[in-house]
């Protein structure tokens, strides 16, 4: 796994502005703080997301196809189609998040925290929710739940 390691000073600041049509497929961002970042168009592929922060970031047609988001904070962030295939999501906390229109076939959420969540028009199909948390969470137009 190829490592980008995020300084203050390394000219990447996704609080400023949109990032759009980047590959970090396989790149280790762990414990990364992005939130309100805003990304198009964006490919993370075996990405690690690991314990990230990713509150209140945009993801608009990103593929996240076998990323590690294991921890990782997405409170009150907005993926609209978006590719989860495969991805572990074990113990994020998705608090009051937005997922529209996201494949999420085979991702893992076990332990997630999906509070208040609006997952809608998604594909669910041999999702793991194993003990994650849900209460209040909305999944009208999803399927295979």
Request: hydrophobic content about 40%; aromatic content about 6%.
């Amino acid at each position: 796994m190829s490592q980008l390691t995020l300084t203050s000073g390394s000219g990447f600041d996704a609080r400023k502005g949109t990032i759009k049509d980047v590959v970090l497929s396989g790149f280790d961002l762990s414990g990364a703080s992005m939130r309100k970042g805003h990304f198009e168009n964006c490919t993370f592929r075996g990405t690690s997301f690991k314990d990230a922060d990713l509150t209140l970031a945009n993801f608009i047609n990103c593929d996240f196809t076998d990323a590690n988001l294991e921890g990782a904070t997405l409170n009150n962030a907005h993926l609209s189609t978006c590719n989860l295939t495969g991805a572990n999501l074990r113990r994020s906390v998705l608090i009051e998040a937005l997922l529209d229109k996201v494949d999420m076939t085979k991702a893992v959420l076990a332990e997630a925290r999906l509070h208040y969540a609006e997952i809608t028009n998604c594909e669910c199909v041999d999702v793991d929710f194993t003990d994650a948390a849900v209460s209040g969470a909305d999944f009208r137009g999803s399927r295979s739940l």
